[in-house]
């Protein structure tokens, strides 16, 4: 198993460039993510979705869009790039039962380093 | 989310034990407590979860307080592998969770060869 893949690895965008970062998990989780994480911070739900068609906001929604088409996929895109969102961006996955509390452990992938000048 | 405190860098030696301790003394009493990793440049990992008793798995132990205010979680021989931080999570969730488990700044846990 892959696992959770996410892509790029490292991007370089300029203020108000517009890019989406992929995500991609093996594992037929219910359950995706999308974190960030600053320099010395712990990190911080920008998004999340429990099922195909289903989306949520995080803690730090703001300059994301997400969508959930398939089970498989849920990418994160930035319409207009901002030196604030300079960031490392981590998709994380588990299993969640349906109609219930009862989940599974997070697989997180290796990191997306966003880098915007 | 019930708060926690943890020692922000903690330095052990190779083959020893390890024990980081994690209070959350506002713990609901149907909250989970998690242990998250995350090693150098890549995303963090799942450890160990427990809700009551005291659990082992192949990675680690995990001790909970009678009343749950405190846990520890128990590297029983460290190894340079383990150099890491290491985050303490309560949550309502078992596992990840609809709203996602709220990651800290968690424990820098240097081992020394």
């Known amino acids: 198993n892959a696992g959770v893949t996410q892509t790029p690895k490292f991007q370089v965008l300029k203020t108000g460039q517009s890019m989406t970062l992929q995500c991609a998990q093996d594992m037929n989780h219910e359950y995706m993510s999308w974190y960030r994480q600053d320099p010395g911070m712990g990190l911080r739900l920008i998004h999340y979705s429990v099922g195909a068609g289903i989306t949520d906001q995080g803690e730090v929604p703001n300059g994301y869009n997400v969508s959930r088409s398939t089970t498989e996929d849920f990418p994160l895109r930035l319409l207009s790039a901002a030196p604030s969102q300079t960031s490392v961006y981590f998709c994380?996955?588990?299993?969640?039962?349906?109609?219930?509390?009862?989940?599974?452990?997070?697989?997180f992938g290796e990191g997306s380093r966003l880098t915007v000048l | 989310d019930a708060k926690t405190t943890q020692p922000n860098s903690m330095e052990s030696n190779e083959e020893e034990p390890v024990h980081l301790p994690c209070n959350h003394s506002?713990?609901?009493?149907?909250?989970?407590i998690h242990w998250y990793r995350q090693l150098p440049s890549q995303g963090p990992e799942y450890v160990i979860h427990g809700l009551t008793s005291n659990v082992n798995n192949r990675m680690a132990s995990l001790a909970i307080a009678e009343d749950r205010k405190s846990s520890t979680l128990i590297l029983h021989r460290a190894t340079l592998r383990d150099a890491a931080v290491y985050y303490c999570?309560?949550?309502?969730?078992?596992?990840?969770?609809?709203?996602?488990?709220?990651f800290g700044k968690g424990t820098h846990l240097i081992i020394q060869p």
């Open positions: 994380a996955s588990s299993y969640q039962a349906p109609d219930s509390q009862a989940s599974g452990e997070l697989f």
């Open positions: 506002t713990i609901s009493g149907t909250d989970y």
């Open positions: 999570i309560p949550s309502m969730y078992s596992g990840g969770g609809a709203d996602g488990l709220t």
